[in-house]
């Protein structure tokens, strides 16, 4: 169940905050010593030029979801944070740095795993008021963005909240079920014809969701598999973002190695091509490890 008490303390405070390049990557130490790490990132202007900041949010200590290429998934799930927890990285955030424009629950954990505390966080954070003042924190789920690596029970119950306005990002990152096991634990229990079905009963925002895609050379990042994620995903309105693997310290795999510019390029194209948007996302924060898949205790 969720937890709706009241705490009497800060449950987070800040144990260290590391820059890079605009990026602030903060470590957050929990009551009972746990520490999390919670990222803001800044973005690019828009039309009206202004500079807009996304933080990034954890929702667990650890994770069980167990994928090769993330350094949160080597942990482990050490235990899922609560709805304080979670709501009250954007709240140290904002009292430290700035008002955080957007919110993606895409840090430390698999945020549908923890579904009733996550829920309930997004209710704090678009309900609640903070201690000691009058001033609501005020966002909408317009301003929010979950991601999942494809736990398909929790994407279930995703599709009976009725958050039509929240963004939806997949963590795909194969093109077929062979490679996406192999990278991805989860899809030996909830293959991709499975996750396509449940995608399609979600009710998403604008019609439209996110696809991440993490690029690993000579892996997954040949022409080939850019054909075999066209097809997979024909018919569905996506846009992929393309994500160069981020080698996380200590985490030493040496079949996963960082692909080239050239071939990132090659397999966008080759989707553009075959009528899938897709674009090259810059991974900022990897010299402090606040890149994908970086974030760990």
């Not at 746990?34 to 202007?45: D, F, G, Q, W």
Request: aromatic share 4%; charged share 25%; proline share 6%.
């Amino acid at each position: 169940m969720a937890e709706h008490a009241e705490p009497t303390e800060p449950v987070v405070k800040v144990a260290k905050v590391r820059r890079d390049a605009g990026v602030h990557k903060l470590a957050l130490s929990l009551r009972d010593g746990s520490i999390i790490e919670t990222v803001l990132i800044p973005m690019p202007p828009r039309g009206d030029g202004a500079l807009r900041n996304t933080l990034c949010l954890s929702t667990q200590v650890g994770c069980a979801m167990g994928c090769a290429f993330c350094a949160t998934g080597r942990m482990g799930l050490v235990r899922q944070l609560s709805a304080h927890e979670i709501a009250a990285q954007a709240e140290v955030v904002e009292a430290l740095l700035c008002r955080p424009d957007n919110l993606v629950f895409m840090g430390m954990g698999e945020p549908l795993h923890n579904f009733d505390n996550w829920r309930a966080a997004v209710h704090r954070l678009i309900e609640s008021k903070r201690r000691g003042e009058i001033k609501p924190i005020g966002y909408s789920t317009h301003q929010m963005t979950v991601s999942t690596c494809g736990y398909v029970p929790g994407m279930q119950r995703l599709a009976g909240e009725g958050f039509r306005k929240m963004g939806l990002a997949l963590s795909l990152n194969a093109p077929n079920d062979e490679l996406r096991t192999r990278l991805m634990p989860v899809n030996k229990r909830w293959p991709m014809a499975e996750l396509r079905r449940v995608i399609e009963s979600l009710p998403l925002r604008g019609g439209i969701f996110l696809t991440e895609y993490v690029l690993f050379a000579g892996l997954n990042d040949g022409v080939e598999h850019a054909e075999q994620l066209a097809q997979f995903l024909q018919g569905l309105r996506t846009l992929v973002n393309l994500i160069a693997y981020n080698p996380a310290p200590g985490l030493d795999k040496p079949d996963l190695r960082r692909p080239t510019v050239a071939a990132m390029e090659r397999f966008r194209k080759r989707l553009l091509e075959l009528g899938i948007h897709a674009r090259r996302r810059e991974s900022k924060g990897r010299r402090i490890a606040a890149a994908c898949g970086q974030l760990a205790s």
